[in-house]
């Protein structure tokens, strides 16, 4: 079964740090760009961070760049999402979702987790 | 950064009618743009990309159409289980961006 599970949210105080983890099975993970898609509660969907198959390109949202590092093992069929410098608007479940599309990088999200949510307060 | 405008936010229709939603993206995108459905506390599903595309196990009842900067998702017949809210996404340039959602209610 194809899949995506993330794990490693909960609630931390602003400032603080988070290790976000997205497991893949049931396809060929290094074959495939991976992204962060983030929701606040009630609100709508926010891209926050994209890897392409091979960890060689990596691409940032404005709000989150420079705090967050994005990075993937591909012998262990995980993503992560390394979160630094919270801030309150920082909470939102983090979704990690499979990215396909063309060679010319022109990707969207063709499966999605879950998510697990992240809390940023003191 | 393009701005994804959808409308209406909300659309109280009932079953079996049809409905369709619209996206406006502040510059033109090319062909790519996807849409996606959102059930409450359930993960994102792609339902169409390249504008008009379905994505695999997508009923033929939900079609995309649109070019230049608008753009429309279609549902010929709405099932119950079509009611939720509904996103278009581009992929055209960095920074990849949603729009804020139309909820479809039931009427």
């Known amino acids: 079964e194809v899949q995506l599970v993330e794990s490693g949210g909960g609630l931390v105080q602003p400032g603080g740090s988070l290790r976000l983890s997205c497991g893949a099975s049931?396809?060929?993970?290094?074959?495939?760009?991976m992204s962060w898609v983030r929701q606040a509660p009630g609100k709508g969907l926010e891209w926050v961070s994209t890897?392409?198959?091979?960890?060689?390109?990596?691409h940032y949202a404005d709000s989150v760049k420079g705090r967050f590092t994005i990075s993937r093992d591909n012998s262990n069929n995980t993503m992560y999402l390394h979160t630094t410098s919270l801030r309150a608007e920082d909470t939102a479940i983090y979704s990690c979702?499979?990215?396909?599309?063309?060679?010319?990088?022109?990707?969207?999200?063709?499966?999605w987790g879950r998510g697990t949510l992240v809390t940023v307060s003191s | 950064e393009i701005v994804m405008t959808q409308s209406p936010a909300t659309l109280s229709v009932s079953p079996g009618e049809r409905v369709t939603l619209s996206c406006r993206t502040s510059?033109?995108?090319?062909?790519?743009l996807a849409w996606y459905q959102q059930k409450p506390g359930q993960a994102p599903r792609l339902l169409i990309y390249?504008?008009?595309t379905r994505a695999t196990g997508i009923p033929a009842s939900f079609s995309g159409s649109g070019s230049g900067t608008q753009f429309t998702l279609t549902i010929s017949s709405l099932q119950s289980e079509d009611f939720a809210i509904y996103y278009c996404?581009?992929?055209?340039?960095?920074?990849?961006?949603f729009g804020q959602g139309t909820k479809l209610e039931i009427k």
């Open positions: 890897i392409s198959g091979n960890g060689a390109r990596t």
């Open positions: 510059q033109t995108i090319s062909s790519n």
């Open positions: 979702a499979k990215t396909t599309g063309n060679a010319y990088g022109y990707w969207y999200f063709d499966l």
């Open positions: 390249g504008v008009s």
């Open positions: 996404q581009q992929y055209n340039n960095w920074p990849y961006t």
């Open positions: 049931g396809f060929t993970f290094a074959n495939f760009a």
